[in-house]
């Protein structure tokens, strides 16, 4: 039987990598999955390679940051496939640059808090009646890059330590609900990804005297695929398999963070 059956998912930022890769891997195990994103294309792209496999798909066009569209989205996705049984909070905003302390602005923060922290929060709400007393699974997403301290990312690293700790505080008042809240912290080879790339490989440009940004090293040898290293555990997050385990963050980095996860 497949794993999923039966159950409802929504999958934020569906419409591409990590997403994308999560909602095909829990449409393939029975789950009816609401992709939600902020671009049209993208979301149609996913629906239908989740219907050419006989899985079930419905698009749902959100910006993350607005909370009336959230309620929007869990409304539409309970009237097509009925009560949400799980949720994966992806979705974040990404275009965001590289600065010092120095140069940090408040602005910046706020709005990588907004997509992140503040995002997840509204969805977990807006789902929550629907859980509660019967069966919740939340899986939000965190980064090593924030548990790191890489330089040049205090923005990202407060926006996405704060998921961490909302995933700590709900696994905590909501576990008694049936409802489970743990956190991944992936390190893939994703749009993301790349797009994190060229924004090191710029701060070298700019500082040609500092020393070169070093490859990612991981303790497997090699970076992580989505399909193949990360999807599966969100599903086994997703699944019966993990009821007794919450308010944790799993590390599906190849190692990566080691050190700096102790």
């Known amino acids: ?32 999955v609401a992709i939600v994103s902020l671009t049209p294309e993208k979301i149609d792209e996913t629906v239908a390679e989740i219907e050419a ?33 799980i949720l994966v909070n992806n979705a974040f905003a990404h275009d965001f640059p590289m600065l010092p302390l120095t140069e940090m602005t408040p602005d910046l923060i706020h709005r990588l808090v907004d997509a992140g922290p503040v995002a997840s929060l509204h969805f977990m709400q807006a ?15 965190g980064t090593a890059l924030g548990i790191k301290g890489i330089p040049g990312l205090a923005h990202l ?22 409802i489970t809240v743990n956190a991944i912290c992936p390190f893939a080879m994703t749009d993301g990804m790349m797009e994190m790339g060229k924004k090191f490989m710029a701060v070298a440009a700019a500082n040609p005297d500092a020393p070169p940004p070093r490859p990612p090293e991981t303790p497997v040898g090699r970076i992580g695929s989505a399909e193949e290293d990360i999807a599966p555990v969100a599903l086994f997050l997703a699944s019966p398999d ?17 050190d700096a996860a102790r």
């Not at 497949?2 to 994308?20: E, P, Y």
């Not at 690293?157 to 049936?178: C, P, Q, S």
């Open 53 to 85: 496999t006989g899985g079930t798909a419905l698009g749902v066009p959100c910006d993350v940051r607005e909370a009336a569209q959230i309620v929007s989205a869990v409304e539409r996705t309970v009237e097509a496939f009925g009560p949400v049984d």
């Open 157 to 178: 690293a407060i926006a996405k330590e704060g998921i961490r700790a909302l995933t700590r505080v709900a696994a905590h008042e909501w576990g008694k609900e049936k």
């Open 1 to 32: 039987m497949a794993r999923l059956s039966g159950k409802v998912a929504i999958v934020t930022g569906s419409g591409r990598g990590l997403g994308r890769a999560i909602a095909k891997c829990f449409a393939a195990e029975g789950a009816k």
């Open 242 to 258: 993990s009821g007794y385990m919450t308010g944790y963050t799993f590390m599906a980095d190849g190692g990566g963070a080691i």
């Open 127 to 141: 789902c929550y009646p629907h859980m509660a007393g019967r069966y919740g699974r939340i899986i939000n997403f």
